[in-house]
C-alpha cells in the first residue's frame, strides 16, 4: 500500500508562484513514474506533468515553460514548481504514483490551488 500526501497549495495571485510537494510512503518511489494532474471545478480531471524514475518529465501544453516537475528520491518526495500562474491554472492539484508492472496506480488526496487577484 502506498500514500501519498500533497502540500504546498494556496492562495497566489496572477504572475506569481508556488511549489508543490508531494511525499510518498513505501519503497516503491524509486521506480515508479509521478505524476501531477489537477481538476477545476465542474471539469475532468486533467494531466499536468509526469516524470519518470530514470528523470525523464514531460508536460501538457498548457503548463509548458512555467511549470516543473522534479523528484527526489532519497526523500519520496516529487514536486511541481509552478511560476507565471493564471487564473486558469486554479483547481485542486494531485499527485500520482504509478508502477504499471505490479497494477499500482496511486492518488493523493489534493491540494488547492487559487490564482486570483
Known amino acids: 500500500q502506498v500514500q501519498l500526501v500533497e502540500s504546498g497549495g494556496g492562495l497566489v495571485q496572477p504572475g506569481g508562484s508556488l511549489r508543490l510537494a508531494c511525499v510518498a510512503s513505501?519503497?516503491?518511489?524509486?521506480?515508479?513514474?509521478m505524476g501531477w494532474y489537477r481538476q477545476a471545478p465542474g471539469k475532468q480531471r486533467d494531466w499536468v506533468a509526469t516524470i519518470t524514475s530514470g528523470g525523464s518529465a514531460n508536460y501538457a501544453d498548457s503548463v509548458k515553460g512555467r511549470f516543473t516537475i522534479s523528484r527526489d528520491n532519497a526523500k519520496n518526495t516529487v514536486y511541481l514548481q509552478m511560476n507565471s500562474l493564471k487564473p486558469e491554472d486554479t483547481a485542486v492539484y494531485y499527485c500520482n504514483l504509478q508502477f504499471r508492472r505490479l497494477g499500482y496506480d496511486y492518488w493523493g488526496q489534493g491540494t488547492q490551488v487559487t490564482v486570483s487577484s
Open positions: 513505501g519503497r516503491i518511489f524509486s521506480i515508479a513514474t
